[in-house]
């Protein structure tokens, strides 16, 4: 080729080039309508982006709860069993139909995620109150799965966190945020049913045991179920494939095993705590006599832990009596009242099932605004106080006083060393 052919050509593909990239600069940049609001889509500024730790068995419910939010982006989920994370990782691809959903198996790996604003905490019991005040730590807002607390000691220090830290803390005590049983606690919150006398609280069984070990099996491989990360705080035991699988009921209660108490306790007591106006947790616990467990507020209210004697209303029953009117109600969504005047004309929504997706709406509106959750912190760390303390009262089989200055059983060292337990390193609070 001569050197004229060769100048020619050059000038040909430099006209090319120009050309092209003056046509890409002037073409259009296709955006899709979700990443700017349209088509119902919220835009990526307002949307809150969340992280989920243990997505198993109720987490998965949550999981889908949280999806349902049109402004919010599930990012990433930590599980310390392989298969746990696969699942979680499909379903939240599927519903956005990308591949962007990471996983990990270290939940402090996640944690160090600068673009997450909250994370859902469906861990074993274990693991609720560790991993909250870690995640508080690391500036995110969480909703927390009940039982959220092992002991009377993690609950103040958990409520203390929220506080310092200023994070949105909600409980999983998702009836807060169902209507009739919101109307039946303000019915006793503001008098409706004259001075209040009693508030009743179904324990779903009254049984206080210690926690044990099942018999060594081999571990499998860490990244398959990371045991040890699995065990977290808890006091160490050999491997197990029961304890592994029914991380639900591992560790309810901590060394004193929560049992009904705890368990239904945190959602029950949780909403005679509501009906006393969240007022602090009783100042004395009674054993139990002829199936019920009687606790009494300073001002003299009642708090009964009882099995029998409910209108079959669900589960979950609650029943609140004044001096002038009581009220019960369940998971069915109904309830019974002492006098029709008590709705004074309204007209209560019917919602059965004890559904989450409101409790979760109520998260994420406070995650954005900053204000109080229905299930926030103190409340949460009241009610859980007041079952722990009847639990005590029910494993030690005799009456304790509780001294809420001091956050202490009165003159009572047994009572009191049940108060906390020790945690494995490095997981200590």
């Known amino acids: 080729m001569t050197q004229k052919a060769k100048q020619i050509q050059r000038r040909r593909f430099l006209k090319t080039s120009i050309s092209a990239a003056g046509a890409a600069v002037l073409a259009p940049t296709i955006i899709p309508s979700s990443a700017i609001g349209r088509d119902g889509a919220v835009p990526p500024s307002e949307r809150v982006v969340v992280g989920g730790i243990g997505i198993g ?35 939240v691809d599927n519903k956005y ?12 790996e996640l944690l160090d995620r600068k673009d997450i604003d909250a994370v859902l905490i469906a861990t074993g019991p274990n693991w609720h109150a560790t991993m909250s005040m870690q995640a508080a730590r690391a ?6 799965e009940k039982p959220c607390t092992k002991n009377i000691s993690q609950s103040l220090i958990l409520a203390d966190t929220m506080r310092r830290t200023a994070r949105v803390f909600q409980a999983g005590t998702q009836r807060r945020n169902l209507p009739h049983f919101a109307f039946a606690c303000e019915l006793a919150r503001t008098g409706k049913l004259g001075k209040l006398k009693k508030v009743y609280a179904h324990p779903a069984g009254m049984q206080a045991m210690m926690s044990g070990w099942l018999p060594a099996e081999i571990a499998p491989d860490k990244q398959i179920a990371d045991w040890d990360m699995y065990l977290g705080p808890a006091a160490w035991r050999p491997f197990n494939t029961k304890t592994l699988k029914d ?10 095993v929560g049992g009904g108490v705890l368990e ?3 959602h029950c007591v949780d909403l005679c705590q509501w009906a006393v106006d969240d007022c602090p947790p009783p100042v004395e616990y009674n054993a139990p006599s002829n199936g019920e467990l009687v606790a009494r507020y300073e001002n003299g209210v009642e708090l009964i832990f009882r099995e029998k004697g409910w209108i079959p209303l669900g589960s979950c029953p609650v029943r609140f009596e004044g001096e002038t009117g009581w009220v019960e109600a369940g998971d069915s969504g109904k309830l019974v009242l002492s006098s029709p005047e008590l709705l004074a004309g309204r007209t209560v929504e019917e919602i059965g099932g004890y559904p989450a997706t409101f409790h979760v709406r109520d998260f994420i509106d406070c995650v954005k605004s900053r204000g109080l959750t229905k299930g926030n912190a103190l409340a949460a760390c009241n009610a859980h106080i007041a079952c722990h303390a009847a639990n005590i009262a029910l494993f030690l089989n005799r009456q304790v006083k509780y001294d809420l200055a001091k956050n202490e059983f009165i003159n009572d060292e047994p009572a009191n060393r049940l108060r906390s337990e020790a945690l494995r390193e490095p997981w200590r609070v």
């Not at 310390?80 to 499909?90: E, G, H």
């Not at 500036?139 to 927390?144: S, V």
């Not at 991380?247 to 004193?256: A, H, M, Q, R, T």
Request: aromatic residues 14%; hydrophobic residues 35%.
């Open 57 to 91: 068995g109720r987490g998965n419910y949550d999981l889908d709860c949280f999806l349902l939010q049109k402004d919010v982006q599930f990012v990433a989920v930590c599980d310390v069993k392989q298969s746990q994370r696969i699942n979680v990782k499909k379903k």
């Open 264 to 266: 239904w306790g945190s």
């Open 139 to 144: 500036g995110k807002d969480m909703y927390c």
């Open 97 to 108: 139909g990308t591949l962007d959903c990471d996983m990990f198996a270290d939940f402090r």
């Open 247 to 256: 991380g639900f009921n591992f560790e309810k209660g901590g060394g004193l």
